[in-house]
């Protein structure tokens, strides 16, 4: 599959979701929420693709999901997590010259004491890099974000 028919299909599996979740609501079968997670690309970084899966997986499986989008400055991270009380947090980079950026973003939510979890997970990730820069999870794909959804919210 090649990358425009990919982020097209995305676009679609969207749009669908959205659709059942609003007939979902209207006819009183709202989905019960498991809990909210604030997702962002790094700042930086534009390459959203692999965090709107991840939002698709994590919305369909229950929990609310908080979007920053992608270029996410460091503190619109901590702000959202401690406006919305969350306690997951999910950071995603594709390129290495924005690794720096998701290791400050963590040293930011660590340095306003926030209890929350961080999921990291990208491209030019690994589970010794996802340690290195304190982050509690590495999620090496968007099914994998789910279950460590699962683990720390329920």
């Known amino acids: 599959m090649f990358l425009p028919q990919l982020i097209m299909s995305a676009g679609v599996a969207q749009a669908a ?7 979902m609501v209207m006819s009183d079968n709202a989905p019960v929420s498991k809990g909210k997670i604030v997702i962002a690309t790094v700042k930086g970084d534009v390459h959203d693709i692999g965090k709107n899966i991840v939002k698709v997986l994590l919305e369909n499986y229950g929990y609310d999901v908080i979007d920053l ?21 999910g950071l995603s980079a594709l390129m290495t010259t924005t690794l720096v950026s998701m290791k400050e973003t963590i040293a930011l939510i660590r340095e306003n004491n926030l209890d929350c979890k961080v999921m990291v997970g990208g491209a030019v990730l690994t589970p010794e890099y996802a340690k290195e820069i304190d982050a509690d999870f590495y999620a090496k794909d968007a099914k994998e974000s789910v279950d460590i959804a699962k683990r720390v919210l329920g």
């Open 17 to 23: 979701f959205e659709v059942i979740r609003k007939h």
């Open 69 to 89: 989008g992608k270029d996410v400055e460091y503190q619109a991270v901590v702000d959202a997590i401690r406006d919305n009380d969350v306690k997951l947090c």
